[in-house]
């Protein structure tokens, strides 16, 4: 009896409700105990006796009435009631350990999707994106998808998928793939992450994409077929001969890339309907309104052309990416003001 009430459907919970009540009912108009069927008052008497609460403000009141209700609705109702409260707390459970096992498909849409597992370098990258997304004004939510047998590492904070392929529909439209607005691949294998970066740009190609390579070389055959992907390549070689070189160069690129202490890097695009910015009052005036260092700029948000430390005579349009140097991002920018004298 016991095995069959845990594993009975909810139609069959629901059945067997309706079978009590409309038992009790007749059970109770049997007795004669006319006050406690009437119509509002049967549906929350029955529903106080079954749940044990008992406020006993309604009671039957002959003999027959009392036998029915403690041998009968008092009984079944209870049984029927924890093996509600039973269900819906299995249930509960279930849905939460599918989300931390990342079986659940997600609804999502505008989102920041990381695809690849690399124990504490994701780790890292996750605290940093987290760091990042708590200073902006919009809080997008962050997904991570993974091939690997883990439990999501951060749960309550991030979303997380777990897939059999980086490549198949059926699995990467749990993760929102064509809706993401950024799309960050970092695997183990550079082969996974050349044919992860593929089919992310043919089911999102509005995405902004980024891929980590271990390998160089691997970069220019990505972009030979996706040139919009942005590749970063590791620069470990380059900080330690530029580090030789120049000392201290190595803390200060990890400074300006880390947003946990000091300076860091940032970048805002200039409003569509902002005015044309010379260089060189764009340099004195955010450093002057927010202690801001400009740096360069990318022309049309065209990454690859990106143009640093620009002539002081250039200026800068409309739909142009500036990047600056900062303590905070900054998120309200009076954009008239930076031209003026």
């Given at each position: 009896m016991l095995k069959h009430f845990a594993e009975s459907r909810w139609y069959t919970i629901l059945g067997a409700t309706g079978f009590y009540a409309a038992s009790s009912y007749w059970l109770l108009y049997a007795a004669g105990e006319h006050d406690l069927i009437g119509n509002v008052d049967f549906i929350y008497w029955l529903a106080v006796?079954?749940?044990?609460?008992?406020?006993?403000?309604?009671?039957?009141?002959?003999?027959?009435?009392?036998?029915?209700?403690?041998?009968?609705?008092?009984?079944?109702?209870?049984?029927?009631?924890?093996m509600v409260i039973g269900r819906i707390a299995a249930w509960v459970t279930g849905q939460w350990k599918k989300g931390l096992m990342g079986m659940n498909s997600l609804h999502l849409?505008?989102?920041?999707?990381?695809?690849?597992?690399?124990?504490?370098?994701?780790?890292?990258l996750l605290d940093l994106l987290i760091r990042e997304r708590?200073?902006?004004?919009?809080?997008?939510?962050?997904?991570?998808?993974?091939?690997?047998?883990?439990?999501?590492?951060?749960?309550?904070?991030?979303?997380?998928?777990?897939?059999?392929s980086f490549n198949k529909d059926?699995?990467?439209?749990?993760?929102?793939?064509a809706e993401a607005r950024?799309?960050?691949?970092?695997?183990?294998?550079?082969?996974?992450?050349?044919?992860?970066?593929?089919?992310?740009a043919k089911r999102n190609p509005e995405a902004h994409?980024?891929?980590?390579?271990?390998?160089?070389?691997l970069v220019g055959l990505l972009q030979d077929h996706c040139p919009r992907v942005e590749c970063t390549p590791s620069v470990a070689v380059e900080m330690l001969a530029k580090a030789a070189f120049d000392p201290g160069s190595s803390m200060l690129h990890h400074d300006l890339l880390s947003?946990?202490?000091?300076?860091?890097?940032?970048?805002?695009?200039?409003?569509?309907n902002s005015p044309t910015i010379s260089v060189a009052k764009l340099f004195i005036n955010l450093k002057r309104k927010h202690n801001a260092i400009f740096i360069g700029y990318a022309?049309?948000?065209?990454?690859?052309?990106?143009?640093?430390?620009?002539?002081?005579?250039?200026?800068?349009?409309?739909?142009?990416?500036?990047?600056?140097?900062?303590?905070?991002?900054?998120?309200?920018?009076?954009?008239s003001s930076l031209d003026a004298d």
């Amino acid at each position: 009896m016991l095995k069959h009430f845990a594993e009975s459907r909810w139609y069959t919970i629901l059945g067997a409700t309706g079978f009590y009540a409309a038992s009790s009912y007749w059970l109770l108009y049997a007795a004669g105990e006319h006050d406690l069927i009437g119509n509002v008052d049967f549906i929350y008497w029955l529903a106080v006796t079954a749940s044990t609460v008992g406020y006993g403000d309604l009671s039957p009141s002959s003999s027959a009435g009392k036998i029915v209700v403690a041998l009968y609705v008092i009984p079944l109702g209870l049984s029927i009631f924890a093996m509600v409260i039973g269900r819906i707390a299995a249930w509960v459970t279930g849905q939460w350990k599918k989300g931390l096992m990342g079986m659940n498909s997600l609804h999502l849409d505008q989102h920041i999707l990381v695809i690849g597992w690399n124990e504490q370098r994701t780790m890292l990258l996750l605290d940093l994106l987290i760091r990042e997304r708590d200073a902006m004004p919009e809080r997008p939510d962050i997904v991570l998808c993974v091939k690997k047998d883990i439990e999501n590492p951060m749960p309550g904070v991030i979303e997380f998928v777990k897939v059999d392929s980086f490549n198949k529909d059926e699995d990467m439209d749990k993760a929102c793939v064509a809706e993401a607005r950024t799309i960050l691949i970092d695997n183990p294998q550079d082969d996974v992450t050349m044919t992860t970066a593929l089919y992310c740009a043919k089911r999102n190609p509005e995405a902004h994409q980024v891929a980590y390579f271990d390998d160089d070389s691997l970069v220019g055959l990505l972009q030979d077929h996706c040139p919009r992907v942005e590749c970063t390549p590791s620069v470990a070689v380059e900080m330690l001969a530029k580090a030789a070189f120049d000392p201290g160069s190595s803390m200060l690129h990890h400074d300006l890339l880390s947003v946990e202490d000091g300076q860091a890097q940032f970048s805002v695009k200039i409003p569509e309907n902002s005015p044309t910015i010379s260089v060189a009052k764009l340099f004195i005036n955010l450093k002057r309104k927010h202690n801001a260092i400009f740096i360069g700029y990318a022309p049309n948000a065209k990454i690859k052309e990106m143009v640093v430390n620009p002539p002081l005579e250039e200026t800068l349009n409309a739909g142009d990416t500036l990047f600056y140097i900062a303590e905070h991002r900054i998120n309200a920018i009076n954009w008239s003001s930076l031209d003026a004298d």
